[in-house]
């Protein structure tokens, strides 16, 4: 019997195969439409020790070998064909030389490492993504010849691996995406005959270990997507047999040295993310020494190159793939640079300085497949060489400078783009009729002067297949009502709309976006109530439809359905009714901003259950990463999430450090009533803004148990009595507003509260630094004025002087000393004012 069949039956033997079909009712044997698919899936099988010889004609197929039937429906149950030689005893498999059982579901073959142990002549072994856990595990391996073992895309952690060194033959070990962590293990250094070692995706995170630099033998090195650390040593250039090497996504440094010019065999090498520092030209001339032809992959995005790029990039001539993204490359890319590029698919430099001077009529001597130029400088044409690439699927022509209309070559190709960034130009124009975008992925025309309607554009979107998972149209001039089309658009993941001239009702059929996560529709004209099919919208984390004409209430189900929000903006529209306590379920909540509508009522108690409000660390999903808020799409693509906020008077767009945010914003309402002491639990609130309101009261006593509180607004109100004391404990406090109420007493004295200006506490009964009036002289008659402010005592001045430079000290000194706020403060200040690109990095 042969190998391959024995391979074959074995694989159905373990994934038992149960068929159901659901036609025919009562038992007249075998169903006949069944019987036939067991006809047609037995031609699909190799079978030449004829053991489905009974499979044959009209007969009743529940008599036939190894198919089990319901015995009162005649439905085929079962299908059992395992190998009649396979077990338990191994006599027909001492040869089998070669197993690849991937993708079969072996969860409940808990035996599996049992059974090929018991293969002694096994060569190959391939079990990718078999597993979701771990198995009992034998130490010692019987299967001594085995030379290629694959395991990837299981969840193995380091326990599998004692038996994998007792491999001592094994020449090809690949475990790409497990769940390997800790240091690389220094058992690999037993496997003397290893050629191929590919670990990417798993948890390592040690150095490189000195031991692997002894492999002169290694061909293929694949660490990538882990998280070692530290230098990449110098004793890396002994290992000359190198032609594949990835170290991607890592936190590595290193400086490539000039002995790597010896490696005459490397055909790929990807550095994605390790910090290099080095000059481009000096890294391109290390890789030219030896065999420049020999080169066809280099990945070195976000590695902080600098210097301009030289010609004789013209001398790697197979280059397939160039990746430079991400550094600080300036000077001009020339046609010269291309000449000898004939097999280049993939070239993206994006997120540099560079300029493209090429001439209009150029005709590249490559097809490309990918193509990024993001930020490099290309206008103002649209530059119609690009037309001569006729397979283009991902194109980034972000922020490249260009003043045109999207050219119809481009509109009618469409559909062979899976991703397509024209962001940050000036294009004008308006959609066309007639779009197809069955293969878009990923279309952003964000920040560019298109108008017109996109009814034909979302309406025509109307085939089966649409895969569309971030739509960004925002800062457009588009206009006109949304369509009611969004039936089809079911994996859109992103959805941003803001800063155009829309307007009318929101469409019913948006509740059909159930992917949806990112939808802003800020600052356009849209009226009417938020229809109730929104509800459907479950997966929604950041919705932003401030500056808009919406009317009605904010319905109770927003609370109920948008479990896992983040944010949430209704900023600027008509609302009015009572803030339903239902929106306390959102327990990630990050920004809450329903300013400046009529809402009214109190403040529900239960804002305390704002988890992520009470807690920095609260985290409830997966999707923040390095300090960044990203909204992952199916395709792996990352959409970094925005949001507009007023903090301390001024909007400020927030993307990178957004889930460092908590923000509440219920500025310009009619609430009233006390602030519930329970608003003073979230520990982790930063920003709170409840002015031109008729809130009364007392600002609560443990107001000051809010230590996150950098910004504080309560002016407008009706508050009442003093000042909390404990308020002079909020040390990162920098922005306090509590102007026009009815406050009483002297104000706290703190190393802060003096700095701040006197309008902070104007158009109250207040008394004390920093304020003129002398408490003592105050009697605390309310409605009395005290007047005689032109009188000034000089001592005040002292004493305010002395207030600040205390206060501004007491910032300052606390920042030298706490690294962590030094650098949020920092990362901070880098961000206020800076109009954020929507560029995609990826980061630590
Ligand atoms: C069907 O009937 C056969 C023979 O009577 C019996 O062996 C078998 O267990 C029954 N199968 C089921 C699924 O009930
Ligand atoms: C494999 O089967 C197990 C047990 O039935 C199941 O829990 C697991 O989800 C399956 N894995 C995959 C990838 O289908
Ligand atoms: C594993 O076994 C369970 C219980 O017998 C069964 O429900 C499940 O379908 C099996 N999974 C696979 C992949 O065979
Ligand atoms: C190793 O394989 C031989 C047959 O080739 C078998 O007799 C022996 O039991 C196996 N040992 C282990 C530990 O599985
Ligand atoms: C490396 O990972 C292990 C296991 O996950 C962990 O215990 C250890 O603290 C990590 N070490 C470093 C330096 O991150
Ligand atoms: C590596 O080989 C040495 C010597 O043969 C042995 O003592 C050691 O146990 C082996 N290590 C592993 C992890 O298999
Ligand atoms: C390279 O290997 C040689 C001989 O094995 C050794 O002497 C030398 O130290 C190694 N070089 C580096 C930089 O590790
Ligand atoms: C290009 O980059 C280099 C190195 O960073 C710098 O010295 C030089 O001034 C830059 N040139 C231009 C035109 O920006
Ligand atoms: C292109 O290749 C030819 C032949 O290999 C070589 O002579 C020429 O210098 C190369 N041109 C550039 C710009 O590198
Ligand atoms: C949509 O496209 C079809 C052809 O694909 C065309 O006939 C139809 O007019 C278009 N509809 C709109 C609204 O543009
Ligand atoms: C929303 O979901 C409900 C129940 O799942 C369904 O009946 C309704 O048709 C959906 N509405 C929309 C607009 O998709
Ligand atoms: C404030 O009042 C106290 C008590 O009456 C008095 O001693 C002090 O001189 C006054 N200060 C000023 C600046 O008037």
Redesign the pocket.
Request: aromatic share 10%; net charge negative; hydrophobic share 40%.
């Given at each position: 019997m042969s190998a391959v069949a024995i391979v074959l039956l074995e694989l159905l033997a373990i994934a038992t195969i149960n068929i159901s079909f659901c036609s025919g009712s009562s038992y007249v044997g075998c169903i006949k439409s069944e019987g036939e698919a067991l006809s047609k899936f037995k031609q699909d099988l190799k079978d030449p020790s004829n053991r489905l010889a009974s499979w044959t004609g009209d007969g009743d197929c529940c008599t036939w070998n190894g198919v089990v039937c319901n015995n009162y429906t005649g439905h085929v149950l079962e299908l059992r064909l395992e190998n009649p030689y396979l077990r338990p005893r191994l006599e027909g498999l001492s040869s089998l030389k070669y197993l690849d059982l991937s993708t079969v579901n072996l969860s409940n073959a808990s035996d599996w490492l049992l059974v090929i142990n018991r293969l002694p002549s096994l060569v190959v072994l391939k079990l990718r993504g078999c597993l979701d856990h771990n198995f009992r595990l034998l130490p010692i391996a019987n299967t001594s010849l085995l030379a290629t073992l694959d395991l990837s895309f299981n969840n193995f952690d380091n326990s599998i691996l004692s038996w994998v060194f007792s491999l001592t033959h094994l020449v090809s070990f690949t475990a790409s995406s497990n769940n390997f962590q800790g240091p690389t293990p220094e058992g690999f250094k037993n496997l003397t005959s290893l050629r191929h070692l590919l670990l990417d995706e798993n948890k390592f995170n040690s150095s490189i270990p000195n031991w692997l630099y002894t492999f002169s033998h290694l061909e293929s090195l694949d660490l990538g997507k882990n998280s070692l650390q530290g230098m990449i040593s110098d004793s890396l250039v002994n290992m000359t047999s190198i032609t594949y090497f990835d170290v991607s996504f890592n936190k590595l440094e290193w400086t490539i040295p000039r002995p790597l010019g010896r490696f005459c065999n490397l055909k790929s090498i990807f550095l994605a993310g390790v910090k290099l520092s080095q000059e481009i030209s000096e890294v391109l001339d290390i890789f030219s020494t030896c065999n420049p032809e020999g080169l066809q992959q280099l990945v070195m995005s976000d590695c902080q190159l600098f210097g301009h790029i030289p010609?004789?990039l013209?001398?790697f001539?197979s280059l397939v793939k160039l990746d430079l993204s991400f550094n600080k490359l300036n000077g001009t890319l020339s046609e010269?640079h291309f000449?000898?590029l004939t097999n280049l698919l993939t070239f993206i430099v994006s997120g540099n300085s560079l300029i493209l001077n090429v001439s209009p009529t150029w005709h590249p001597a490559f097809q490309l497949l990918r193509l990024g130029l993001g930020s490099c400088h290309l206008g103002p044409r649209y530059p119609s060489w690009l037309h001569s690439q006729k397979q283009l699927s991902h194109l980034d022509l972000s922020g490249t400078g260009i003043t045109d209309t999207i050219p119809k070559t481009l509109w009618d190709s469409l559909s062979k783009f899976r991703v397509l960034n024209l962001s940050h130009n000036q294009f004008y124009g308006e959609f066309p009729g007639l779009t197809e975008v069955d293969n878009l992925i990923s279309f952003d025309l964000s920040f560019n002067n298109l108008s017109g309607s996109i009814s034909h554009f979302i309406c025509n979107g109307t085939s089966e297949f649409m895969l569309l998972q971030i739509l960004n149209l925002g800062d457009n001039f588009f206009s006109g009502e949304i369509p009611d089309c969004w039936m089809n658009w079911n994996f859109l993941t992103v959805l941003n709309l803001g800063n155009n001239k829309f307007s009318g009702n929101l469409p019913i059929s948006m509740g059909t976006l159930t992917s949806l996560q990112s939808l802003h529709l800020r600052e356009n004209n849209f009226s009417g109530t938020i229809p109730v099919s929104l509800k459907n919208c479950t997966s929604l984390l950041a919705l932003d439809i401030g500056e808009n004409e919406f009317v009605g209430n904010v319905p109770t189900w927003v609370g109920e359905s948008f479990s896992k929000m983040l944010i949430l903006n209704v900023h600027s529209n008509n609302f009015h009714g009572l803030l339903p306590p239902e929106l306390c379920h959102l327990a990630s909540l990050q920004i809450l901003d329903v300013a400046y509508n009529n809402l009214s009522g109190t403040i529900p108690k239960c804002f305390s259950n704002f988890s992520a409000m009470v807690k920095m660390n609260y985290s409830s999903g997966n999707y923040i990463q390095c300090n960044t808020f990203f909204v992952h799409t199916d395709s792996g693509r990352n959409y970094l999430e925005s949001a507009s906020l007023v903090i301390k008077g001024r909007e400020v767009q927030y993307s990178s450090i957004l889930n460092l945010v908590r923000s509440i914003d219920l500025s310009n309402n009619n609430f009233s009533g006390e602030i519930p002491t329970e608003v003073t639990n979230l520990e982790a609130l930063q920003t709170l803004n409840l002015s031109h309101n008729f809130f009364s009261g007392k600002i609560p006593e443990s107001i000051g148990a809010m230590g996150s509180l950098e910004s504080v607004d309560l002016s407008s109100n009706q508050f009442s009595g003093k000042i909390p004391k404990s308020i002079s404990s909020l040390t990162l406090l920098s922005h306090l507003n509590l102007s026009d109420n009815n406050l009483i007493g002297k104000i706290p004295s703190s190393t802060q509260l003096q700095s701040f200006d006197t309008s902070s506490f104007t158009g109250n009964e207040l008394c004390g630094p920093p304020l003129l009036k002398n408490c003592t002289e105050i009697v605390p008659t309310p409605g009395s004025e005290t007047g005689n402010e032109d009188e000034v005592d000089w001592l005040f001045y002292v004493s305010i002087t002395l207030g600040f430079i205390v206060g501004f000290w007491s910032v300052i000194g606390s920042l030298l000393v706490n690294k962590r706020w030094r650098y949020m403060y920092c990362h901070f200040l880098d961000l206020l004012g800076d109009k954020l690109w929507n560029v995609v990095r990826k980061c630590c």
């Amino acid at each position: 019997m042969s190998a391959v069949a024995i391979v074959l039956l074995e694989l159905l033997a373990i994934a038992t195969i149960n068929i159901s079909f659901c036609s025919g009712s009562s038992y007249v044997g075998c169903i006949k439409s069944e019987g036939e698919a067991l006809s047609k899936f037995k031609q699909d099988l190799k079978d030449p020790s004829n053991r489905l010889a009974s499979w044959t004609g009209d007969g009743d197929c529940c008599t036939w070998n190894g198919v089990v039937c319901n015995n009162y429906t005649g439905h085929v149950l079962e299908l059992r064909l395992e190998n009649p030689y396979l077990r338990p005893r191994l006599e027909g498999l001492s040869s089998l030389k070669y197993l690849d059982l991937s993708t079969v579901n072996l969860s409940n073959a808990s035996d599996w490492l049992l059974v090929i142990n018991r293969l002694p002549s096994l060569v190959v072994l391939k079990l990718r993504g078999c597993l979701d856990h771990n198995f009992r595990l034998l130490p010692i391996a019987n299967t001594s010849l085995l030379a290629t073992l694959d395991l990837s895309f299981n969840n193995f952690d380091n326990s599998i691996l004692s038996w994998v060194f007792s491999l001592t033959h094994l020449v090809s070990f690949t475990a790409s995406s497990n769940n390997f962590q800790g240091p690389t293990p220094e058992g690999f250094k037993n496997l003397t005959s290893l050629r191929h070692l590919l670990l990417d995706e798993n948890k390592f995170n040690s150095s490189i270990p000195n031991w692997l630099y002894t492999f002169s033998h290694l061909e293929s090195l694949d660490l990538g997507k882990n998280s070692l650390q530290g230098m990449i040593s110098d004793s890396l250039v002994n290992m000359t047999s190198i032609t594949y090497f990835d170290v991607s996504f890592n936190k590595l440094e290193w400086t490539i040295p000039r002995p790597l010019g010896r490696f005459c065999n490397l055909k790929s090498i990807f550095l994605a993310g390790v910090k290099l520092s080095q000059e481009i030209s000096e890294v391109l001339d290390i890789f030219s020494t030896c065999n420049p032809e020999g080169l066809q992959q280099l990945v070195m995005s976000d590695c902080q190159l600098f210097g301009h790029i030289p010609s004789y990039l013209g001398e790697f001539s197979s280059l397939v793939k160039l990746d430079l993204s991400f550094n600080k490359l300036n000077g001009t890319l020339s046609e010269t640079h291309f000449a000898n590029l004939t097999n280049l698919l993939t070239f993206i430099v994006s997120g540099n300085s560079l300029i493209l001077n090429v001439s209009p009529t150029w005709h590249p001597a490559f097809q490309l497949l990918r193509l990024g130029l993001g930020s490099c400088h290309l206008g103002p044409r649209y530059p119609s060489w690009l037309h001569s690439q006729k397979q283009l699927s991902h194109l980034d022509l972000s922020g490249t400078g260009i003043t045109d209309t999207i050219p119809k070559t481009l509109w009618d190709s469409l559909s062979k783009f899976r991703v397509l960034n024209l962001s940050h130009n000036q294009f004008y124009g308006e959609f066309p009729g007639l779009t197809e975008v069955d293969n878009l992925i990923s279309f952003d025309l964000s920040f560019n002067n298109l108008s017109g309607s996109i009814s034909h554009f979302i309406c025509n979107g109307t085939s089966e297949f649409m895969l569309l998972q971030i739509l960004n149209l925002g800062d457009n001039f588009f206009s006109g009502e949304i369509p009611d089309c969004w039936m089809n658009w079911n994996f859109l993941t992103v959805l941003n709309l803001g800063n155009n001239k829309f307007s009318g009702n929101l469409p019913i059929s948006m509740g059909t976006l159930t992917s949806l996560q990112s939808l802003h529709l800020r600052e356009n004209n849209f009226s009417g109530t938020i229809p109730v099919s929104l509800k459907n919208c479950t997966s929604l984390l950041a919705l932003d439809i401030g500056e808009n004409e919406f009317v009605g209430n904010v319905p109770t189900w927003v609370g109920e359905s948008f479990s896992k929000m983040l944010i949430l903006n209704v900023h600027s529209n008509n609302f009015h009714g009572l803030l339903p306590p239902e929106l306390c379920h959102l327990a990630s909540l990050q920004i809450l901003d329903v300013a400046y509508n009529n809402l009214s009522g109190t403040i529900p108690k239960c804002f305390s259950n704002f988890s992520a409000m009470v807690k920095m660390n609260y985290s409830s999903g997966n999707y923040i990463q390095c300090n960044t808020f990203f909204v992952h799409t199916d395709s792996g693509r990352n959409y970094l999430e925005s949001a507009s906020l007023v903090i301390k008077g001024r909007e400020v767009q927030y993307s990178s450090i957004l889930n460092l945010v908590r923000s509440i914003d219920l500025s310009n309402n009619n609430f009233s009533g006390e602030i519930p002491t329970e608003v003073t639990n979230l520990e982790a609130l930063q920003t709170l803004n409840l002015s031109h309101n008729f809130f009364s009261g007392k600002i609560p006593e443990s107001i000051g148990a809010m230590g996150s509180l950098e910004s504080v607004d309560l002016s407008s109100n009706q508050f009442s009595g003093k000042i909390p004391k404990s308020i002079s404990s909020l040390t990162l406090l920098s922005h306090l507003n509590l102007s026009d109420n009815n406050l009483i007493g002297k104000i706290p004295s703190s190393t802060q509260l003096q700095s701040f200006d006197t309008s902070s506490f104007t158009g109250n009964e207040l008394c004390g630094p920093p304020l003129l009036k002398n408490c003592t002289e105050i009697v605390p008659t309310p409605g009395s004025e005290t007047g005689n402010e032109d009188e000034v005592d000089w001592l005040f001045y002292v004493s305010i002087t002395l207030g600040f430079i205390v206060g501004f000290w007491s910032v300052i000194g606390s920042l030298l000393v706490n690294k962590r706020w030094r650098y949020m403060y920092c990362h901070f200040l880098d961000l206020l004012g800076d109009k954020l690109w929507n560029v995609v990095r990826k980061c630590c």
